[in-house]
């Protein structure tokens, strides 16, 4: 190879070394080794071959026979790197829930990013005046404030479609459109007392079915309220904690259950009782304590305990015989635990019988 070629190809290098300084990692490329014409050209024709193609103009870079970098990328050296922008954005869509006469919803973000090389200038719109973009352009990574009008509150019930468009000059991706949805509704609110009939107190959780528009689909004290577009079925389910049980319900509910139809404010009360952990089967009789289940019951009975942790020593002294059954739920219904004795059980005179009863 001559000197001037020997400079020749140098330069070239230099150059492509100098474009894809901005290098990221994208799909794979196949890259053969370059080849030296006889005519004296460096031929890259048969080299570079971006296997993703995003459309990018062409860039050729040869001597001789010519050479060919695919679909915008630059490959030199072991990477490449984009030509131009690319819009990155997070959230692909947003949605607001406006009820008629309260505040708008609070707004929401939206990130945009530049995915390439280049510079990112970008520009968002919209074409309804319920909806507002701050600010409207931009360079390079940034956050818009996507948000409601307070206008808005004038709007009828119903959903409500539009469309940013984000776009950016020389962009492989401008004119990209990010969906929003509002839906307007008339509101009545559904509000939550708790209550308890027993010392100590029981207490609970209400879940709402359906879920509320706004706000969890749980509460587990007061104040509890939740608003339900009009018309909306509601079926309130009451849980108790690992002490109470739900002991009847009251209001717009009664007995046992409650479903309410949202076509005005609505108030229920849940009351809850608090458990005794042990009661003598078959009697309604409940106490607070192991011990004195035993001193109550009769030869034969049996003695039920809740997944309950007794911290106390049982002495077993009469002359009677008795079953003592653990690991029951609130209800005194099924047993899917167990029932800890912390402590000592001790069998002076009778008998006794456990089942589901750990003693430690």
């Known amino acids: 190879m001559t000197y001037p070629q020997r400079m020749q190809l140098l330069g ?52 001789g026979a010519g050479g060919s970098n695919h679909a915008g990328f630059i490959p030199a050296l072991g990477g490449y790197g984009l030509l131009w922008p690319v ?65 808005a509150s004038g709007l009828l019930p119903g959903l409500y479609t539009d469309t940013i468009t984000v776009s950016a000059v020389g962009a492989e991706n401008s004119g990209i ?15 939550i007392s708790f209550a308890s009939s027993t010392t100590p107190a029981g207490g609970g959780t209400i879940v709402f079915t359906p879920p509320p528009p ?43 259950s409650c479903s309410v139809t949202m076509s005005a404010n609505r108030a229920v009360t849940a009351t809850f009782s608090y458990v005794p952990p042990a009661m003598i089967e078959g009697t309604g009789r409940y106490y607070t304590s192991l011990q004195a289940a035993y001193g109550a019951a009769l030869n034969g009975q049996t003695i039920r305990a809740r997944m309950f942790t007794f911290v106390e020593d049982l002495t077993l002294d009469q002359a009677k015989g008795v079953v003592i059954k653990g690991g029951y739920d609130t209800n005194y219904a099924v047993q899917p635990g167990y029932t800890l004795l912390q402590g000592k059980l001790t069998v002076e005179r009778g008998a006794v019988v456990t089942e589901r009863l750990t003693v430690k």
């Open 214 to 256: 706004v706000g969890a689909a749980t509460c587990s004290g007061n104040p509890c309220q939740r608003s339900f577009f009009s018309g909306t079925p509601v079926t309130l389910t009451a849980y108790g904690d690992g002490n109470s049980r739900l002991d009847r319900w009251s209001g717009e509910c009664a007995g046992g």
């Open 87 to 151: 819009i990155g954005f997070d959230p692909a869509s947003a949605s607001f829930i406006l009820f008629i006469g309260e505040p708008s919803p609070p707004p929401q973000g939206l990130t945009l990013t530049n995915r390439g090389g280049s510079t990112l200038e970008w520009t968002v719109a919209r074409t309804q005046a319920w909806l507002t973009l701050t600010p409207l352009s931009g360079t390079g990574s940034s956050s818009v404030a996507v948000g409601i009008n307070p206008g």
């Open 12 to 63: 070239m290098t230099i150059a492509l070394a100098a474009l894809c300084c901005r290098a990221e990692t994208v799909d794979a490329y196949t890259q053969p080794v370059s080849v030296v014409n006889s005519g004296g050209g460096v031929s890259l024709s048969a080299g570079y071959e971006n296997l993703a193609s995003i459309g990018q103009p062409v860039i050729g870079l040869s001597s």
């Open 177 to 191: 459109a990010i969906p929003v949805t509002l839906t307007v509704g008339q509101e009545y609110a559904l509000t």
